[in-house]
């Protein structure tokens, strides 16, 4: 989406497909949400803690921190969606590796939840090192190259 004031040849503040400016700060906020929540689920299930918190960050880590441990880690795909492609993502990892566990007769909610939190913080943990280390913009832009177009 670009508008009337952009510059011709400058990537437009709008730069992903859901039409919302996708900065630095926000993959910042995005990946310390998802070690977050998967950080405060770990610690309520290792207590026993239950209620509708428990539920509340179940449900958040499950429909998108694997999906963003994916993401964070594939700047093309960041570009494209901060928020969608992370909850398509985790769903469907989050379904794969259940359906591979009952498959082995192996299935245990809390030791899939145990490596799926481990694997995601891992992941993120990762990028958000990668990308202090090497100063990376998470999306990139395409830029009109100079030349001659076919």
Not at 21 to 27: G, K, M, V
Not at 54 to 82: H, K, M, T
Not at 127 to 135: D, E, F, I, P, V
């Amino acid at each position: 989406m670009t508008t009337h004031s952009d510059r011709p040849g400058r990537p437009s503040r709008f730069h992903s497909l859901a039409g919302a400016p996708s900065t630095l700060r926000d993959a910042w906020i995005a990946d310390g949400a998802a070690v977050a929540v998967s950080i405060a689920l770990a610690v309520m299930i290792d207590v026993g803690a239950s209620g509708v918190v428990r539920v509340v960050l179940a449900l958040a880590f499950v429909c998108y921190v694997p999906g963003r441990a994916v993401i964070a880690n594939w700047p093309s795909a960041q570009a494209r969606s901060q928020v969608a492609l992370p909850v398509v993502l985790s769903v469907s990892i989050v379904t794969l590796v259940s359906v591979i566990g009952l498959w082995m007769h192996a299935w245990s909610p809390l030791a899939q939840f145990r490596l799926e939190a481990a694997a995601s913080v891992a992941a993120i943990t990762f990028a958000m090192l990668w990308r202090a280390r090497s100063g990376r913009r998470p999306s990139p832009t395409r830029r009109p190259t100079r030349g001659r177009s076919r």
